[in-house]
């Protein structure tokens, strides 16, 4: 899908130094990639400490072959 932006070039030039990529194109792929990835690390960080940890639960036992 074609797309036009009004893209900083200084921030882009600089991305793609720091990420040691050739093309726009994959610079902007990246960087939004790495956006979502973070963006879902934060929301597993948010639910931490929310989910009840069962005392009982022995992971051994799931291992053990019958």
């Known amino acids: 899908m074609a797309t036009n ?3 900083d070039d200084n921030l882009l030039i ?3 130094g720091v990420a ?3 093309t726009k194109k994959d610079t902007v792929n990246l960087a ?3 956006f979502i990835q ?3 690390q934060e929301e597993v960080i948010d ?3 929310e989910i009840d940890f069962d ?3 022995d992971y ?3 291992r053990s072959k019958s």
Do not use: P, V
């Open 55 to 57: 005392e009982d639960y």
């Open 38 to 40: 973070r963006r879902k």
């Open 32 to 34: 939004l990639k790495e």
């Open 47 to 49: 639910i931490f400490g």
């Open 5 to 7: 932006l009004a893209i």
């Open 14 to 16: 600089l991305a793609q």
């Open 20 to 22: 040691g990529i050739k």
């Open 60 to 62: 051994k036992t799931l």
